[in-house]
């Protein structure tokens, strides 16, 4: 009966040691698995800062653009309504 037993030990440690060896690996990949994906995620991250940078400047050109506009229209306006106050004031 121990000859019986001492077989059923020994053919059951491969199993029993594979077991764990599988885990450490599985786990081991994940691992790796995740690196690569913070990695990418780094590198996608650092190249849309770098594009924020040259969207912030033509945002900045914009609104001084638009500012400028305003002050222009403002004044276009400002003529206009001295204009219409000059011939209002010469009809009375």
Same mark, same amino acid.
Request: hydrophobic fraction near 45%; charge should be positive.
């Given at each position: 009966?121990?000859?019986?037993?001492?077989?059923?030990? *020994?053919?059951?440690?491969?199993? !029993?040691? $594979?077991?764990?060896?599988?885990?450490?690996?599985?786990?081991?990949?994940?691992? %790796?698995?995740?690196?690569?994906? =913070?990695?990418? /995620?780094?590198?996608?991250? +650092? @190249? /849309?800062?770098? $594009?924020?940078?040259? !969207?912030?400047?033509?945002?900045? &050109?914009?609104? !001084?653009?638009?500012? %400028?506009?305003?002050?222009? *229209?403002? @004044? /276009? %306006?400002? &003529?206009?309504? %001295?204009? =219409?106050? &000059? &011939?209002?004031? $010469?009809? +009375?």
């Amino acid at each position: 009966m121990s000859g019986a037993i001492i077989a059923a030990a *020994v053919g059951s440690a491969a199993a !029993t040691l $594979a077991s764990p060896l599988a885990y450490a690996n599985a786990r081991a990949a994940r691992q %790796e698995s995740g690196r690569a994906n =913070a990695a990418g /995620l780094t590198a996608s991250v +650092r @190249c /849309l800062g770098q $594009a924020v940078g040259p !969207t912030e400047a033509a945002i900045g &050109r914009a609104e !001084t653009g638009v500012s %400028e506009l305003c002050e222009r *229209v403002a @004044c /276009l %306006e400002g &003529r206009l309504d %001295e204009r =219409a106050s &000059r &011939r209002c004031g $010469a009809d +009375r």
